[in-house]
Nanobody, 123 residues
Framework: QVQLVESGGDLVQAGGSLRLSCAAS????????MGWFRQAPGKEREFVAT????????DYADSVKGRFTISRDNAKNTVYLQMNSLKPEDTAVYYC????????????????WGQGTQVTVSS
């Protein structure tokens, strides 16, 4: 099992930036990819971005492409989500997750989840 702890969520004005962090511990060698998902009130959890630990290949949801950047620091077992040009519709609880798949986009491909961190974007 992989333990995941997110941090960095905050209240920010539209157009601003935030960087989320996700620190992984435990059986990190069992995961091939890390992902970020988000869930807004009254909505289903949705895919945001994913990155492969080894290759560094990334994939994004269309809604965040060009604004968000996922990156990883293998030495620190940490994944980041840099969020720029934030919009009110980005308001959600953001979760990081670990997967044994290569570049997964669905939550069913992820085995371990963090507790989430709240991002609120005011207009």
């Amino acid at each position: 099992q992989v333990q995941l702890v997110e941090s960095g969520g905050d209240l920010v004005q539209a157009g601003g930036s935030l960087r989320l962090s996700c620190a992984a511990s435990g059986r990190t060698f069992s995961s091939n990819a890390m992902g970020w998902f988000r869930q807004a009130p009254g909505k289903e959890r949705e895919f945001v971005a994913t990155i492969n630990w080894n290759s560094g290949v990334r994939d994004y949801a269309d809604s965040v492409k060009g604004r968000f950047t996922i990156s990883r620091d293998n030495a620190k077992n940490t994944v980041y989500l840099q969020m720029n040009s934030l919009k009110p519709e980005d308001t959600a609880v953001y979760y990081c997750a670990a997967s044994g798949y290569g570049l997964p986009r669905t939550e069913y491909e992820y085995n371990d989840w963090g507790q989430g961190t709240q991002v609120t974007v005011s207009s």
